[in-house]
Nanobody, 128 residues
Framework: QVQLVESGGGLVQAGDSLRLSCAAS????????MGWFRQAPGKEREFVAA????????YYAESVKGRFTISRDNVKNTVYLQMNSLKPEDTAVYYC?????????????????????WGRGTLVTVSS
């Protein structure tokens, strides 16, 4: 079993920055690809970003490319999502995800039920 606990969400204004963290426990952290997904009100959950097991490769949704940065600390067993230039349309619950079977490049194509572990989410609200 793997436990994922997100933190760092909150209410910010458009143009502000926020950093989300996801602490993982329960299994060797470097065994899995890590990612962030989000779900806005009334919408389906969507892929945001993924990072490879070593942290050497990252992938992003087009909507956040150039504004968000995913990274991981394999000593602290934590993955981060640095979000800059936030927009009201970034408002969503952000979920951390861990997957043993995929690659970082393919994580965005995984269906929800194919992802091995999910966190409970942290709410990010961006006001205009």
């Amino acid at each position: 079993q793997v436990q994922l606990v997100e933190s760092g969400g909150g209410l910010v204004q458009a143009g502000d920055s926020l950093r989300l963290s996801c602490a993982a426990s329960g299994r060797t952290f470097t065994s899995y690809v890590m990612g962030w997904f989000r779900q806005a009100p009334g919408k389906e959950r969507e892929f945001v970003a993924a990072v490879s097991r070593t942290g050497g490769s990252t992938y992003y949704a087009e909507s956040v490319k150039g504004r968000f940065t995913i990274s991981r600390d394999n000593v602290k067993n934590t993955v981060y999502l640095q979000m800059n230039s936030l927009k009201p349309e970034d408002t969503a619950v952000y979920y951390c995800a861990a997957d043993f079977k995929t690659t970082a490049q393919a994580m965005g194509a995984r269906r929800d039920y194919e992802i091995d572990y999910w966190g409970r989410g942290t709410l990010v609200t961006v006001s205009s």
